[in-house]
């Protein structure tokens, strides 16, 4: 019962250190022992550092929702005037966009601890190839006239077969 | 503390029953492989390893309009990434035939042409909608829970109105 009294009251006695969430140890000074010094300082750190493996992803985070604004005019403005320069224009935003959201799809569902070391990385390199093949396939469209925005305006015009 | 032990002592003390003094059982002891538990072991492969039933989530958690909207967002992403993805493969690989000639060689009557209006028209509307709330979003706007609900119904009204119009309008 007393061990117990002892340490509540030490949690008591040191409110600064609970509220930390990064001690560092301020070094210590060297012993000198035999005119030979010895450093004992070590950073420690209370709560986990987080890292990025893939390096820092603010640059690609802000380009993503620049794209995303900038697609939200590009659609209705394509759609309203017609122009070959603009289909392709669409085309490309439209791929970029759908990249990069179907990467953070592939890269959340196909995990490592679900699906072993190879298929995530497969996955990634298929959407890659898909987008690109996408591209391709939207900008022969383009040049042949028959451009995303266009296509879709001959759909809505497209009458009931009877 | 003190107390507490002298209590129990007192305990076995009036409760002392002489005949368990000698009472004896006998046991054997089974002789198994050690088998070392494998390493890097995470918590739920070895929950898996002894059959452990694992709590409900999705299943019990009340859908609310933040989840819903929010795996609606991503549903809609991919929806329309199919199409643009089906469009383009096919541009790829379709030579001279075009998706318009492949459509209208399906001869849909008024309500499948609709319905595939409809089809396109609603996924696009409403990640255009949501779209616009999420960026609010990263600018820093709209982010407590009460603005969340709101312009959460107003994305849903915004999309009914103009599904409706460019389904049956255009």
């Known amino acids: 019962m007393a061990l117990s009294m002892l340490l509540r009251s030490s949690s008591r006695l040191s409110p600064v250190l609970m509220n930390a969430s990064r001690i560092s140890c301020a070094p210590v000074t060297p012993i000198l022992a035999n005119k030979i010094a010895i450093n004992n300082s070590r950073q420690i750190s209370v709560s986990p550092i987080r890292q990025s493996a893939t390096g820092n992803h603010v640059a690609l985070w802000q380009a993503e929702r620049a794209l995303s604004v900038g697609l939200l005019g590009i659609v209705p403005v394509s759609f309203l005037i017609e122009s070959q320069a603009s289909e392709y224009l669409l085309s490309l935003a439209l791929v970029m966009h759908f990249h990069w959201g179907l990467e953070a799809l592939v890269t959340d569902y196909v995990r490592e601890e679900l699906f072993g070391s190879l298929l995530p990385k497969v996955s990634h390199v298929l959407l890659a190839l898909i987008s690109a093949a996408t591209l391709a396939g939207l900008f022969m469209m383009a040049y042949k006239d028959q451009g995303l925005a266009k296509t879709t305006r001959k759909i809505w015009a497209i009458q009931p077969a009877n | ?170």
């Open chain 2, 1 to 170: 503390m003190a107390l507490c032990l002298a209590r129990n002592f007192c305990y076995r003390a009036i409760n002392f029953n002489p005949s368990q003094l000698n009472s004896s059982r006998y046991v054997s002891l089974k002789v198994v492989k050690n088998i070392p538990p494998p390493q890097n072991e995470r918590y739920d492969e070895r929950g898996a390893r002894f059959k452990r039933p694992i709590s409900p989530h999705l299943s019990i958690y009340q859908p609310q309009i933040t989840s819903v909207l929010s795996i609606s967002h991503r549903m809609t992403g991919v929806a329309l990434s199919a199409y643009i993805i089906g469009a383009g493969i096919t541009g790829l690989m379709g030579g001279d035939s075009s998706i318009i000639s492949t459509i209208e060689g399906w001869q849909l009557g008024a309500a499948s042409l609709t319905a595939l209006k409809f089809s396109i028209a609603f996924p696009f509307v409403y990640h255009y909608f949501n779209g616009i709330r999420h960026l609010l979003w990263d600018v820093g706007f709209f982010l407590n829970v009460k603005e969340i609900y709101v312009t959460g119904y107003a994305v849903l009204f915004a999309t009914f109105i103009a599904t409706i119009a460019l389904t049956f309008y255009f």
